[in-house]
């Protein structure tokens, strides 16, 4: 059986990582300094490491709900009111994942039909135009310019919206441009979106290295926080 022809079209236009091809690399040599995965240089705090053990030692290891611990919902609840102003319900609003990729695979999977557009402003992370094409609809990149300091910008999106837009992805701060939106930023684009029926996936992984002014989500607006799935998580702030 010729097993690449049970391939389903629209998968084989995925290309391989190439991040991930130069990790590879980049691991078989010595002393060499990367400059490719979005990862910390420090190895991650004892005090999560020596609790991860010790859950170990408790026999904590078996399955969870769905949605994860309600515990570690309700802490990630208490960090993103106290972090970013941000307000959810552990019970409804907050879904654990294993890590941030598989956020954002879920989320358009479950928004998206066959031939439906997802926005993505470039630079950007290569798992989005990827998870795009997993789920069967269309990515529609946006050149970001270095004169607006890589920062998205209304008549970015006046011009990529159509009748088939369904999710406009954001990434701040950015992988790899390391820009940031403040609020201002924030206005216009909202105005322009909050009467149109587009949702938004705010990758926000980067969040805890804005080292300027304080990251400043695009949920924060009321208008905005029902169609926004913040997407957050560990590896970036505490490796």
């Known amino acids: 059986m010729n097993v690449s022809k049970m391939i389903a079209p629209h998968i084989k236009g995925v290309a391989p990582s190439g991040i991930r091809k130069y990790f590879d690399l980049i691991n078989e040599m010595k002393d060499a300094i990367s ?23 408790k026999g904590f290891t078996h399955y969870s709900t769905n949605a ?30 294993v890590g941030g990729s598989e956020a ?20 950007s992370f290569v798992a989005y135009k990827g998870c795009t094409l997993f ?5 529609v990149p946006i050149e970001l310019k270095a ?7 209304r008549e970015d999106l006046e011009r990529a919206v159509t009748d088939k837009t369904k999710i406009i992805i954001i990434a701040y701060p950015n992988n790899p441009t390391g820009a940031i939106m403040e609020y201002d930023d924030y206005l ?5 979106l909050k009467d149109k029926d587009i949702m938004i996936i705010s990758d ?19 208008e905005m926080k029902d169609r926004t799935i913040v997407v957050n998580g560990f590896s970036k702030a505490y490796a």
């Open 35 to 57: 400059l490719g995965i979005g990862e910390p240089d420090f190895v991650t705090p004892w005090r999560i490491r020596e609790e991860g053990i010790y859950s170990l030692e």
């Open 68 to 97: 994860g611990y309600i515990e570690l919902r309700q802490e990630i609840c208490n960090y993103m009111e106290r972090r970013f102003n941000l307000k959810y319900a552990a019970e409804k609003d907050v879904l654990v994942t």
């Open 104 to 123: 954002i695979d879920l989320a358009i999977r479950a928004i998206v039909s066959k031939g439906d557009e997802v926005i993505i402003p470039e630079p």
């Open 135 to 139: 789920a069967g609809a269309v990515p």
């Open 147 to 153: 004169e607006n300091q890589f920062r998205l910008r």
């Open 188 to 192: 216009e684009i909202v105005d322009f």
């Open 204 to 222: 926000e992984l980067y969040a805890e290295m804005t080292y300027v002014d304080k990251h400043v989500s695009i949920a924060i607006f009321d």
